[in-house]
């Protein structure tokens, strides 16, 4: 259904572009598809890496990672693991278990799960190449400014 309401309004507006000024439709449709095979393969690429990494990360093995740390190194290896390992967030919720269940500290997890969400390694040249450097620097800065303070409320409170 959503499908076919973003296919008819990009037919309406094309179709506008189409009445009004033809030149101008055809160098924004140029440019659009010379602009999605750019990002298609950066998107490909992205989801390559992240097909590799969860067939070799495993939940066992990232948790078996995670519970080596206590404390603040917690809260530092939860962020950066979850920052690699990036993907969908409803599987970072099994390890999040596992973790729990073996003795991780809260921080570790809150960590864990807010950075796999708010931070990306593997897709940051996409960001920059979309967004720009200096607002991809600075919106990962607050990040994981944000989640070190999060991750120790959660310590704190839970």
Request: proline share 1%; net charge positive; aromatic share 12%.
């Amino acid at each position: 259904m959503t499908g076919i309401v973003i296919f008819s309004i990009t037919f309406v507006i094309y179709t506008n572009f189409f009445i009004k000024d033809r030149n101008k439709l055809k160098k924004s449709a140029k440019k659009g598809i010379k602009t999605f095979f750019k990002n298609s393969i950066r998107i490909f690429s992205i989801f390559i890496i992240i097909g590799i990494l969860q067939n070799f990360l495993t939940k066992e093995n990232v948790s078996s990672f995670l519970l080596k740390f206590k404390g603040i190194k917690g809260i530092i290896a939860g962020l950066f693991t979850g920052a690699i390992m990036m993907g969908p967030v409803a599987s970072g919720y099994p390890i999040a278990d596992y973790v729990k269940e073996n003795g991780g500290s809260v921080g570790l997890i809150s960590s864990f799960l807010t950075s796999w969400v708010l931070l990306g390694i593997i897709s940051i040249s996409m960001e920059f190449k979309n967004l720009g450097k200096k607002f991809t620097i600075l919106r990962n800065l607050f990040s994981i400014i944000i989640i070190l303070l999060i991750s120790l409320i959660m310590e704190i409170i839970l």
